[in-house]
């Protein structure tokens, strides 16, 4: 007989003989875990000034606008292949939505969000902010905000398939979602470097969002600040009553959407944070070195129902309330949920099949940390 006196080293030989699917290994030292009273809007990956970075698209021509000029005549009616530059100043949307259409690039011509301000009519009024329709498109550096239905809206099924960049945005006070990719594949987008959320009193309804993805192909959410994406609880959509709705997720991607990446995100004070499928498909991807934190009860820091081969790994989750799952998982296949730091155990809630846990830890008081597989 074999007499294994360190508890966890027993652990793994008896899940090595069962061969129970959560991988066996001693949990590895991972020294204090972060402070997480102290999130902010740091960027933890690549935030170049967008001029600089690698993403730059290079355009042919460039035109100037500004706030008393009829900016929106120029954005509409650019040819491909411009970059329009926005002087600083407040410029307003009049009309349903600005349509975007293939290869132009709306940027600040000082580099800087705070100083081009587009707001638009109020959540009085039905409307979007940018709708785009075309490839290869780029917003940065600019701040938007005051609409009632998306600051941004991506429609597949017009031509918009694939390549927009969101990067270094600021968008805030929107009424449903803040940036909405509709169904039909739209491929390789990313959002990144960017703020996202309400001010105090900025939500009105329960249906909202930061980034709502349906159907997207290897999208990337990177680098984020996400706060306050909380409903006021008085129903749905602003002022339509639709039956009972809570928050959305910070960040959702479902609706068959595949290879998503959410990567080094802050989320703050949001009722639901990232989440994959939500009872629909959604395939491939990983959630990586997101930073969770609530101060208020909610809901869970990580969904996945429905997702199938995710890795979710090296994310911070700070849960508030009784909430019973920093992660829960369900009718999920294929997931490798490893080296989490987290306020409560991961919660399987059934139907789900070949899922690794590895490496996940909790906080238990300030100077002990215990496994939790």
Same mark, same amino acid.
């Given at each position: ?17 069962l061969?129970?699917? +959560?991988?066996?290994?001693i949990?590895?030292d ?28 290079? /355009? ?16 509409? &009616? ?9 002087? #600083?100043? #407040?410029y307003?949307?009049?009309?349903y ?10 940027? +600040? ?5 705070? $100083? ?33 239905? @998306?600051? %941004?809206s %991506? $429609?597949?099924?017009?031509? =918009? +398939? ?19 990719? &509709?169904?039909?594949?739209a /491929? ?10 309400y ?10 969002? =930061? ?41 959702? =991607? ?10 080094g995100?802050?989320? %703050?004070d949001?009722?639901?944070?990232? =989440? ?5 498909? @959604? $395939?491939?991807?990983?959630?990586? @070195?997101n ?12 969904e996945?129902?429905?997702?199938? #081969?995710?890795?979710?790994?090296? $994310? ?18 294929g ?23 590895s490496?996940?830890a909790?906080? %238990?008081?300030?100077?002990? @940390?215990?496994?939790?597989?």
């Amino acid at each position: 007989m074999i007499k294994i006196k360190n508890p966890i080293s027993r652990f793994c030989f008896i899940t090595t003989v069962l061969a129970v699917v +959560s991988a066996c290994t001693i949990e590895p030292d991972y020294g204090d875990p972060p402070d997480l009273t102290r999130f902010d809007d740091t960027p933890t990956g690549d935030c170049t000034r967008y001029d600089q970075s690698t993403l730059y698209r290079s /355009r042919a021509s460039t035109q100037i606008v500004y706030p008393q000029s009829d900016w929106i005549s120029t954005v509409e &009616n650019a040819q491909p292949g411009t970059e329009i530059l926005f002087d #600083d100043g #407040d410029y307003t949307i009049d009309q349903y939505a600005v349509r975007l259409r293939s290869d132009i690039t709306l940027r +600040s011509l000082n580099n800087n969000p705070s $100083n081009v301000r587009i707001s638009g009519m109020g959540y009085q009024q039905d409307s979007e902010g940018f709708m785009v329709l075309g490839n290869n498109i780029t917003l940065a550096d600019l701040s938007i905000r005051n609409i009632r239905n @998306h600051a %941004v809206s %991506v $429609n597949p099924d017009s031509g =918009a +398939s694939q390549g927009l960049q969101l990067y270094n945005l600021n968008i805030a006070d929107i009424g449903t979602q803040h940036i909405k990719v &509709n169904p039909g594949g739209a /491929r390789n987008g990313l959002i990144a470097c960017s703020s996202i959320g309400y001010s105090e009193g900025g939500a009105i309804g329960d249906y909202n969002g =930061a980034v709502d993805l349906h159907g997207t192909i290897d999208w990337t959410v990177r680098d984020n600040y996400i706060y306050n994406i909380t409903g006021d609880g008085s129903g749905c959509i602003i002022d339509e009553s639709c039956g009972q709705y809570i928050s959305a997720p910070a960040i959702l =991607a479902w609706n068959g959407a595949q290879g998503t990446r959410i990567i080094g995100n802050t989320i %703050v004070d949001s009722f639901r944070n990232i =989440a994959l499928g939500i009872g629909t498909p @959604h $395939n491939g991807g990983n959630i990586l @070195h997101n930073r969770i934190r609530q101060s208020l009860p909610g809901d869970a820091g990580i969904e996945l129902f429905g997702a199938s #081969d995710v890795v979710v790994e090296f $994310n911070t989750v700070q849960l508030s309330g009784g909430y019973p799952g920093a992660i829960e998982f369900r009718q999920s296949s294929g997931l490798n949920i490893s080296n989490n730091w987290l306020s409560r155990r991961p919660w399987n809630r059934g139907g789900n099949r070949e899922i690794v846990l590895s490496g996940n830890a909790y906080r %238990v008081t300030d100077s002990v @940390h215990l496994p939790i597989n």
